[in-house]
């Protein structure tokens, strides 16, 4: 990572009581980046925004809503930030069968609160709006899917971050690429690591039943999906950011951050190699019926590997026990600012040695 970069660059940071944003958040300001981050009061108890006492390291912290427009703009533009992160969102597919009216006038309207918040700050030059791998058509393909694939989805949460995808394209060319602002999205994986705390994700799932002394119980074993530690996106986005910024255009569109094609992986397999990791933990199938949820998924990040010069540096394997380590140190009372800066610190070793 290019730290010097980073000091001093005032960053907009949607989504920052969240896991992925609280991760991001942390990993800026650590880069001496100044951080004003925008979202609800953290959905969890407990939640990464407090373990990590992020409220001490950024430069403000706004509880508000994302479709909020009028707080929206006033909070951008007071932060007259340099660059925007957008990752605030109704993550869930199972939740966005419950509310999906909430699911798209979050992950939509609150897209479009965003980009007209940019519209009237002129010292943005730089945003990258975080979607999903789920925006693509999904086809049960064994193939990975590729940035040029069609948008689509079959669920509430799915449908709604491919129509995330098509604002953003929409708005890049009718308004911010004649404004000069640099716009592209970003396409992660299955997003793991210390500090989730979410519903209906199989990683923190498990930890919970861990905990509890309770068996796991899974939905679809055979589901294959790209795992990948959440360090490993957020990697991406920084390094997208950096290039819009410096170099501009030619990077304002679509990209995937996914693993190597050994980490798409079925829910059996992790359930199974976190059994073997911890001493008692078992695990269960619902046979009960069960919303649509796709099967096979997988990202190619060739175009991110080749322009960008990004590519993962943790195994599945490291990912799995990286995140039971933080578990394990909270779990214990330990400073877990400082056992995530370590983290994060780990990541850019093995980045280097690559």
Not at 56 to 67: K, N, Q
Request: proline share 6%.
């Amino acid at each position: 990572m290019n730290r010097a970069f980073w000091r001093g660059k005032r960053v907009f940071l949607t989504g920052h009581t969240g896991f992925k944003g609280g991760w991001l958040a942390l990993w800026l300001a650590d880069m001496g980046a100044e951080v004003h981050g925008y979202a609800l009061t953290p959905p969890t108890e407990p939640n990464f925004y407090s373990v990590a006492n992020l409220q001490d390291r950024l430069a403000s912290s706004t509880f508000a809503d994302i479709r909020d427009a009028a707080a929206f703009a006033p909070a951008m533009q007071a932060a007259q930030p340099d660059i925007v992160f957008h990752l605030a969102a109704q993550p869930l597919v199972r939740h966005s069968y419950a509310e999906p009216v909430e699911t798209y006038s979050v992950n939509v309207m609150g897209t479009v609160n965003l980009l007209e918040s940019v519209r009237q700050t002129p010292s943005v030059k730089a945003v990258v709006n975080v979607t999903t791998d789920k925006c693509y058509e999904n086809r049960e393909w064994v193939w990975p899917y590729r940035e040029n694939e069609a948008m689509g989805g079959f669920d509430p949460y799915s449908s709604s971050k491919a129509c995330s995808e098509l604002v953003t394209a929409a708005y890049r060319r009718s308004f911010l690429e004649s404004a000069g602002i640099q716009l592209a999205s970003a396409r992660a994986g299955n997003v793991i690591g210390g500090g989730d705390w979410a519903d209906d994700r199989l990683v923190p799932d498990f930890l919970r039943a861990l905990d509890a002394g309770q068996t796991l119980t899974i939905r679809s074993p055979l589901a294959t999906r790209p795992w990948q530690h959440v360090l490993e996106p957020l990697a991406g986005y920084l390094s997208l950011a950096e290039k819009l910024f410096i170099e501009g255009k030619d990077f304002a569109e679509a990209w995937n951050f996914g693993p190597d094609d050994t980490d798409a992986r079925p829910v059996q397999w992790i359930v199974e190699y976190l059994c073997g990791q911890v001493p008692d933990a078992a695990w269960q199938c619902d046979t009960t019926p069960q919303p649509h949820e796709a099967n096979m998924l997988k990202l190619d990040s060739s175009k991110a590997k080749v322009q960008l010069g990004w590519r993962p540096h943790w195994d599945l394997q490291t990912a799995l026990g990286m995140t039971l380590a933080w578990h394990q140190a909270w779990k214990q009372g330990s400073d877990m600012a400082a056992i995530s800066v370590q983290q994060i610190q780990a990541y850019e070793a093995a980045a280097r040695q690559a």
